[in-house]
């Protein structure tokens, strides 16, 4: 379907410079765009290859600097957020395939379960007992959902996807393939014997808000009682781990491999980089920013940015790591001094001997 | 199913202050009990909610200290391990439902296998030759077990496992949705052309110990030769990865995101933290503890506790990290020492030059 | 079937010490083996298990120490690269199965996939519309391949594998359970509401070259746009992730739960040891060695070693760590020189005060 380059200019707000009837059938990167597509620069590093872009037109930020769009030759169309312009011209020029709805033979559905007639469950799947599929919902191919769930409208389950009894998902929410929602949680007390541990049954369901997206091979644990609870709008990355009873906020972004621990209390709007963990029953506040391979031991107060193994402040942990660099130097001014301090306490005082035991211990 | 409360106190070897006869048909937490309900206290910090509890009666641990338990006005159920005497009770209240024997009409069952007439086969799921199944097993929807595996009596496999050609497993296993059992080890050596690897065939297996429980999406690697063995009643969390010929003790405790190296020799009782990691061809001794996020680079004897990149005992650890915070303060006290120690020596020695080498190396 | 010990021996290009018709019909670890199995000795530290094997051959590195090889009462067979020769052997004397082709009656082919008549397709296993198997490929019970999908010749997916639309993977590529190829890669811009978020539909794909393998519940996510590549040759260990748009190059190595992140690119022969992490957007050099549970944070040049968080050359790395257990000593020797300083200084001066703030801020 061909667009008019104004049409989609004025679709994100943007101001154009160039041909407002170019017409413009797909969005393509740099490099790889021809003149019927759009294609986009939001960071000055890749200006080199703008110039030698065949695109049609540009969607550019506007904070980019003068000199890195200086001589582009194509159309421009100018944003404050190219980035979020790109997402919502990706999502009008790329639309996702109607649902055909419809229970694919080979699907193995209870008859207790409500499925939605404009929903689809695809092969080989399977729906257990007093579960309900809302309008549009997708269950992907061997995809199990246990008994007693509930899909909210528009939720896609991709293939290969396990939901266990009782786990409640809202409306428009994606679970990639390999995810488990619902297995038990990590919960075990010291047995009488020896290396013996006695379970303790989780009771508790998970409960996953609109709008959720989750990764592939993500688990998020049922809850010993209650809910383990992932809020409306939170996105989650591949193989990332939740743990039993885990509250996390709305609107969170939790980057690949991180993993939050059971009982943690995550707020709104907070950001975990990959591989980071959080340890179990502490709060991390509305907006903190964990960086990427960190471990939060500790509870966070809101909007805090922080870094490393514990993790401490962003910037003392930067200053800790720049220091770490000059310890060697450190060491070898500490030797210097200690030198000349027994210098002039040798000159000073005729000859006291140099008290060793302060250098040997640090050697 | 209803209660007396003296029942359940004497179920647990515990203590009752209050009514015997209180009838209880749950367990909740402090928050969501009625009166009905047996609710938990076992950390001080829930004691504001303990005393906004509706719940009938509680389960406390004898070594709260009395002012926690002050002012309490529910019956107390007392007892030394809370946590233990509530995994007890919950086994107790929550029995898990008895399986329904039989092989789903959709389940394709090897005409070799040997399936005991108790044991339960799901929807989808695949049995090979000459797999066989003790009694009370049970196959989640699409389960697949290779050929010539064993589980041992009422073992659970829950949906989307998949058990790789003769892994034995032993009984009262329990494993969840995605762990993959005897996938191929990580062996391979350089090949004779650049950038080429020769595949070492792994044609070991895995053995899983009785009471062993396998969280989500899990992997456990075959063995290249002999065996990848997981003891007797070890627990292991979701996204936990166990390299080919790693030999895991018995009890042991591995939590979320850890790993353990090809070959590695993991002894009885060991606790890995979450996103711990463990390199391979080292001895972890009897009752290590490795803390979160940690890497265990080296052997480590019987009973240690340690901490870090690479892992040093917890206590050193502590101690550097203190330290780390003080670096800058360090860093200035020394360059006070340079300035005061170059002011002595030109006082006494009539004007010597500071020998800035020190510190310029230092910068 | 039963090998002479001489040509097993010309097989790998090694000398031969003993009987060059002794029958040799497996192989087995220095424990295990009989009379009739070839072992190996690669380590020295097995020394006393090869002295007590019943091996009726043994396979070892020439570059051992004469003290590691003394005594051995074996017949020994000497090449350069034991691990290499052991690879090659065990291919030759454990052949994988022949492909038994065939598509099982419960499994799922859309009419417009092409099947090769030599391919296999297991049970329930779901092939979708346009996709192509080139001869020799195995696609395992319940492996969910979408549509428009390509695999080359001899490609083999174990059970529950699912490979998204449009994925294209090489020849002789070897896929384990739980891999997920394809799904949607993280990407998201911020929406107009508070904690909203604005999904980029990720239209890119996977594309993965010849005799790559991929361990147990990895992931490779799609591309937003182009492609996410794993090159030829690369060997992925278990869990690992693979952001959207990274660039892997060829025989590269990444061990069990190591993490590259979105748009990252790596060069060729890199090795990332067990739970590193590379952040997006930089080149990391051919030849690169990321040690365990490091995090790369920027460019790495070709045939660096990096450790540590971030990684720095591993050499730097060591030496930091050396001097963190030195920190508790050094902090002893700043404050006795302090102590002498001051006791210079009112020696010198006549007793000015201690700058104690020097101290104090240490403290």
Redesign the interface.
């Known amino acids: 379907m061909t667009h008019r380059l104004a049409d989609l200019a004025a679709m994100v707000g943007a101001d154009l410079e160039g041909d407002p009837d170019r017409p413009i059938d797909g969005?393509?990167?740099l490099m790889?765009a021809g003149p019927g597509d759009l294609s986009f620069l939001t960071n000055s590093r890749y200006r080199d290859q703008a110039l030698a872009s065949k695109a049609g037109a540009l969607l550019v930020s506007r904070d980019l600097s003068p000199e890195t769009l200086a001589d582009l030759r194509t159309d421009l169309v100018l944003c404050d957020?190219a980035?979020?312009a790109?997402?919502?011209l990706?999502?009008a020029l790329?639309p996702?395939p109607e649902v055909v709805p419809g229970v694919h033979e080979?699907a193995?559905v209870d008859a207790s379960a409500q499925v939605d007639p404009t929903a689809r469950v695809d092969?080989?799947a399977?729906v257990g007992a007093s579960s309900t599929l809302g309008p549009g919902v997708v269950v992907?191919?061997?995809t199990?959902v246990g008994r007693g769930c509930s899909l909210g409208a528009g939720t896609l389950l991709?293939?290969?996807v396990?939901v266990?009894d009782g786990t409640r998902i809202g409306e428009r929410v994606?679970v990639?393939?390999?995810v488990?929602l619902g297995?038990?949680g990590?919960?075990?007390?010291?047995?009488a014997e020896?290396?013996?541990?006695?379970?303790?049954?989780q009771?508790g369901v998970v409960v996953i808000g609109d709008?959720v997206?989750i990764?592939?091979?993500?688990?998020v644990?049922r809850a010993t009682?209650?809910t383990t609870t992932i809020g409306?709008?939170t996105?989650i990355?591949?193989?990332v781990?939740i743990?039993h009873n885990a509250q996390i906020g709305?609107?969170c972004?939790l980057?690949?491999?991180a993993?939050v621990?059971g009982s943690s209390r995550i707020g709104?709007?907070v950001l975990l980089a990959?591989?980071a963990?959080v340890?179990g029953h502490f709060r991390i506040g509305d907006g903190v920013q964990v960086a990427?391979?960190s471990?939060v031991?500790q509870e966070v107060e809101d909007g805090r940015q922080v870094a490393?193994?514990?993790a401490?402040p962003i910037a003392?942990w930067r200053?800790?790591?720049a220091?770490?660099?000059?310890?060697?130097?450190?060491?070898?001014?500490?030797r210097?001094?200690?030198r000349?301090?027994g210098e002039?306490?040798s000159?000073?005082?005729g000859g006291r001997d140099d008290?060793a035991a302060?250098?040997g211990?640090?050697?």
């Open positions: 969005i393509a990167t790889a957020d980035y979020r790109l997402a919502d990706m999502t790329f996702v080979t193995s092969a080989f399977v992907g191919a061997h199990v991709h293939p290969h396990v266990y994606v990639h393939s390999g488990v297995a038990d990590f919960g075990f007390a010291e047995g020896a290396a013996s541990q006695v379970k303790l049954p009771v709008d997206e990764g592939a091979n993500s688990a644990d009682f209650d409306r709008g996105k990355d591949n193989l781990q743990g709305e609107g972004i980057c690949g491999q993993g621990s709104d709007r990959g591989q963990g340890a990427a391979k471990a031991f490393g193994i514990p401490v003392a200053r800790r790591n220091l770490q660099s000059r310890l060697p130097a450190m060491r070898g001014a500490l210097a001094l200690e000349r301090v002039l306490e000159a000073g005082r008290p302060d250098r211990d640090e050697t």
